[in-house]
């Protein structure tokens, strides 16, 4: 069993950053990808990026790239997901979620049931 608590949520204005933190518990954090998504008000949960659980892939939503950066501490049980230049439209709940990492088997990151477990979110809003 894994749980993870997102933190670094918050209020900034347009073309600011932020920080989000995913802690986890349990022993086996390196094996497990991890990924951030996201849910708008009114809207579908949306993939905006994972990490390996090695971290040596990586993948981003095309609305982030260049501006978000997804990284991992295994030794600290965390991921995050750095944030510059944000807009309203990153206005979101901000989602942590972990995948048991099988290597017969391949990922592409993106779908929602390739993660077992998710936090329960971190408010971000973006103001212009």
């Known amino acids: 069993q894994v749980q993870l608590v997102e933190s670094g949520g918050g209020l900034v204005q347009a073309g600011g950053s932020l920080r989000l933190s995913c802690a986890a518990s349990?022993?086996?954090?390196?094996?497990?990808?991890m990924a951030w998504f996201r849910q708008a008000p009114g809207k579908e949960r949306d993939f905006v990026a994972a990490?390996?659980?090695?971290?040596?892939?990586?993948v981003y939503a095309d609305s982030v790239k260049g501006r978000f950066t997804i990284s991992r501490d295994n030794a600290k049980n965390t991921v995050y997901l750095q944030m510059n230049n944000l807009k309203p439209e990153d206005t979101a709940v901000y989602y942590c979620?972990?995948?048991?990492?099988?290597?017969?088997?391949?990922?592409?990151?993106?779908?929602?049931?390739?993660?077992?477990?998710w936090g329960q979110g971190t408010q971000v809003t973006v103001s212009s």
């Open positions: 990490i390996s659980w090695s971290g040596g892939r990586i």
């Open positions: 979620a972990g995948g048991f990492y099988n290597p017969v088997l391949y990922y592409s990151f993106t779908p929602e049931d390739e993660y077992n477990y």
């Open positions: 349990g022993r086996t954090f390196s094996s497990y990808n």
